[in-house]
């Protein structure tokens, strides 16, 4: 799918109160360390509808029993923080994330997510959320787990997080659910489409990534 033809469907509120991802990583920064951004290896959110209630991030920790230190996000405050004794054993274990190469928020990774499966006729009730890299140096990847009613996989599709791009889909069920998702009307019909294309919507995003880490916004700055 061309990017140009792939539209994000921005919400009249923040995802009904719930934190994005970026949103979540950034209440990390305030309030523990940004040095702490630095090493995150995943961010991942379960039961969107779009967003989850509660943000999880892994970061590197060498200090940390299993080598990584776990931290939940909630509605703009870190709701926990703990080491956990297992090591970490996700894909692309331990590799660090670049935000330089982070312009699609979790908002836009839905968008695009929600575009596949209604081109496929899919139906969905919620999404499962992960963002990581698979090798070092990559730009990390999103990967959007669709979820019928009863919390089964009806497919995942995976957005390149620095250019949103579809980088793979797979459905696993070609009939519709009860999903509301994939017939126009969104969650029980409150979600309306509005705004602007990826390409702008990723030109925010990196903005604020920007003015997140520099002080300073440049990128999309509108002209005088």
Known sequence: MK?????????????????????????????????????VIEVKGRNGTPQPLVWTILINDPLARGGVREIEVSNGHVTSERTPIKTYSGQGDGIALNFQKLNLDSQGAFAVAET???????????????????????APIWIVQLLDDQQHSVGNVHVAADTGAVVSTTFTKVVETKSEWAKGGGLNGRVKRFGSAVGQSMKQAAGATEEFFTGERTIDRPKP
């Open 116 to 138: 596949e499966a209604r081109n496929a006729k899919i139906g969905f009730f919620s999404v499962d959320f992960d963002l990581r890299c698979q090798e070092a140096g990559a």
């Open 3 to 39: 990017l140009a033809l792939i539209f994000v469907f921005l919400l009249p509120w923040i995802s009904f109160g719930r934190d994005t991802a970026y949103q979540a990583l950034r209440t990390i920064g305030s309030e523990r360390s940004q040095g702490l951004l630095q090493n």
